[in-house]
């Protein structure tokens, strides 16, 4: 039985060329609306218990100090890169609010608060080192990230005046160099946007890295067209021991279905905004363990050394389960890397338009093929394991190699239906952590991903 065909046959449809507004081939389910990004005062929420001490010594809220206070702040260029790089992925370029292209340098109970915003989602990092003094200013973020870079791997000490940041840099051995020396023009932190917190919530105690793949494998399906907000983000739900990450432009469709060792305490269903999503993974991989409150209106993703607070999109997310085919008549197995390799080099005698590459199935054998009349022709077989009826199916290239470079496994199975019925790209059971389990210790989280395509008519 095909759910797809019956339930949502308008839902999902087949093209020959993207339009304009792709989000015209999803009917709006629900009216979504995105909140738009409170500008509150700054608090730290707390970590789960085991947290709970760690984050008191710099999570917590400074009082206001004023520009002219003394601090001088000594730290390692590692450390101090790290921190920037962590939260380089909202630096705002907004020439409207040119303070959004600075980073702001705050003293937080003895460690440097760095914190970027777009006003839509906020990152704040800790460091840590000596602090001595008070004080907080605003400097413009690639100004202090470029210069960053070419400092020797020693001490570093920063010292905030008003309106100005001087650095000093020391070599490995200690000795002072005079190239290491320079004054930052900046201004009073007092005209930096305010990040606002989350007080209270669902909390959700995340395995870090594991969760950043999940989010790795569904994030190039996001939409990027805000038309249809609910899709431009990722759908996280679940319950029990599955938690489930989703996204989908409504031509195709990603789904990360990660099983964890502990139960989620309650059950999980929220849209994560796409630029809130990609800075969480990169925040998690780096990291253990993760607690992600899920609030009115608001997500806040804590880890001991950072954390990010973003608006949630509001609405509901389309009901994509119906529209995963049950069972398809042709099913082809086939190893990954070669079908790749084949779809990228089908691609380059594909039509720049639509970008078509055909993939028509035999006895035994994937043909990848591509034609243009004002460029060339090709034609590449793999050999396959085929089970079901020959069919010959079009899609769009760009989709295939995203797809596929996702999908981990050295092979794949192919779903394949009609020229109306998407095709199914899947790897199951994959382990996420590669450390071999001792006795007692607990089982290992697994992903399994799937991705769903919708041919191009013919």
Request: glycine share 6%; net charge neutral; hydrophobic share 40%.
């Given at each position: 039985m095909r759910v797809f065909d019956r339930t949502l046959s308008q839902s999902v449809k087949s093209y020959t060329s993207l339009p304009s507004n792709p989000q015209e081939v999803l009917p709006t389910l629900s009216t979504a609306r995105c909140l738009s990004f409170p500008l509150l005062p700054v608090t730290y929420p707390q970590m789960?218990?085991?947290?709970?001490?760690?984050?008191?010594?710099?999570?917590?809220?400074?009082?206001?100090?004023?520009?002219?206070?003394?601090?001088?702040?000594?730290?390692?260029?590692?450390?101090?890169?790290?921190?920037?790089?962590?939260?380089?992925?909202?630096?705002?370029?907004?020439?409207?609010?040119?303070?959004?292209?600075?980073?702001?340098?705050?003293?937080?109970?003895?460690?440097?608060?760095?914190?970027?915003?777009?006003?839509?989602?906020?990152?704040?990092a800790w460091v840590t080192g000596r602090m001595r003094g008070e004080g907080s200013v605003t400097i413009p973020f690639r100004t202090l990230s470029e210069y960053l870079q070419h400092l020797p791997l020693g001490s570093v000490t920063l010292q905030i005046k008003p309106g100005a940041l001087v650095i000093t840099a020391q070599d490995a051995e200690g000795k002072k160099t005079k190239a290491a020396h320079a004054v930052l023009q900046g201004e009073s932190a007092e005209n930096f946007p305010l990040i606002p917190s989350l007080e209270s919530g669902h909390d959700l105690v995340l395995p870090s890295r594991e969760a950043a793949r999940g989010l790795e494998k569904v994030l190039y399906a996001v939409a990027t067209d805000d038309t249809r907000p609910e899709l431009a983000g990722v759908y996280a739900h679940g319950e029990g021991n599955t938690l489930i990450f989703a996204a989908t432009d409504s031509y195709r469709l990603a789904e990360a279905r990660l099983t964890l060792p502990k139960a989620l305490p309650a059950p999980v269903s929220v849209i994560i905004p796409g630029r809130a999503a990609t800075e969480m993974r990169r925040i998690l991989?780096?990291?253990?363990?993760?607690?992600?409150?899920?609030?009115?209106?608001?997500?806040?993703?804590?880890?001991?050394?950072?954390?990010?607070?973003?608006?949630?999109?509001?609405?509901?997310?389309?009901?994509?389960?119906?529209?995963?085919?049950?069972?398809?008549?042709?099913?082809?197995?086939?190893?990954?890397?070669?079908?790749?390799?084949?779809?990228?080099?089908?691609?380059?005698?594909?039509?720049?338009?639509?970008?078509?590459?055909?993939?028509?199935?035999?006895?035994?054998?994937?043909?990848?093929?591509?034609?243009?009349?004002?460029?060339?022709?090709?034609?590449?077989?793999?050999?396959?394991?085929?089970?079901?009826?020959?069919?010959?199916?079009?899609?769009?290239?760009?989709?295939?190699?995203?797809?596929?470079?996702?999908?981990?496994?050295?092979?794949?199975?192919?779903?394949?239906?009609?020229?109306?019925?998407?095709?199914?790209?899947?790897?199951?059971?994959?382990?996420?952590?590669?450390?071999?389990?001792?006795?007692?210790?607990?089982?290992?989280?697994?992903?399994?991903?799937?991705?769903?395509?919708?041919?191009?008519?013919?």
């Amino acid at each position: 039985m095909r759910v797809f065909d019956r339930t949502l046959s308008q839902s999902v449809k087949s093209y020959t060329s993207l339009p304009s507004n792709p989000q015209e081939v999803l009917p709006t389910l629900s009216t979504a609306r995105c909140l738009s990004f409170p500008l509150l005062p700054v608090t730290y929420p707390q970590m789960h218990k085991d947290q709970q001490q760690q984050q008191n010594v710099h999570m917590k809220e400074q009082p206001s100090t004023r520009m002219g206070d003394t601090c001088e702040f000594t730290t390692t260029q590692e450390h101090l890169a790290r921190a920037l790089r962590t939260v380089s992925g909202v630096v705002g370029r907004n020439p409207t609010l040119p303070i959004l292209g600075n980073v702001l340098l705050k003293s937080a109970r003895g460690q440097l608060q760095i914190s970027t915003t777009d006003l839509e989602v906020g990152i704040t990092a800790w460091v840590t080192g000596r602090m001595r003094g008070e004080g907080s200013v605003t400097i413009p973020f690639r100004t202090l990230s470029e210069y960053l870079q070419h400092l020797p791997l020693g001490s570093v000490t920063l010292q905030i005046k008003p309106g100005a940041l001087v650095i000093t840099a020391q070599d490995a051995e200690g000795k002072k160099t005079k190239a290491a020396h320079a004054v930052l023009q900046g201004e009073s932190a007092e005209n930096f946007p305010l990040i606002p917190s989350l007080e209270s919530g669902h909390d959700l105690v995340l395995p870090s890295r594991e969760a950043a793949r999940g989010l790795e494998k569904v994030l190039y399906a996001v939409a990027t067209d805000d038309t249809r907000p609910e899709l431009a983000g990722v759908y996280a739900h679940g319950e029990g021991n599955t938690l489930i990450f989703a996204a989908t432009d409504s031509y195709r469709l990603a789904e990360a279905r990660l099983t964890l060792p502990k139960a989620l305490p309650a059950p999980v269903s929220v849209i994560i905004p796409g630029r809130a999503a990609t800075e969480m993974r990169r925040i998690l991989e780096s990291v253990d363990e993760a607690v992600l409150r899920v609030g009115e209106g608001q997500l806040l993703l804590q880890t001991p050394s950072a954390h990010l607070v973003s608006r949630r999109v509001e609405g509901t997310y389309p009901d994509y389960t119906q529209v995963l085919p049950q069972q398809s008549p042709t099913t082809v197995d086939v190893d990954r890397a070669d079908l790749l390799r084949s779809i990228r080099a089908a691609a380059v005698f594909s039509e720049h338009t639509v970008s078509r590459v055909t993939l028509e199935v035999g006895d035994d054998q994937l043909r990848v093929t591509a034609v243009t009349p004002e460029v060339g022709e090709t034609d590449n077989a793999l050999p396959a394991d085929v089970h079901g009826e020959k069919v010959t199916i079009s899609f769009n290239a760009r989709f295939l190699r995203d797809t596929l470079s996702v999908l981990v496994g050295e092979r794949i199975r192919i779903g394949l239906g009609n020229a109306t019925t998407p095709a199914v790209f899947r790897v199951l059971t994959t382990p996420v952590s590669k450390s071999p389990k001792s006795h007692g210790e607990a089982e290992q989280p697994t992903l399994e991903t799937l991705g769903l395509i919708m041919p191009i008519r013919a």
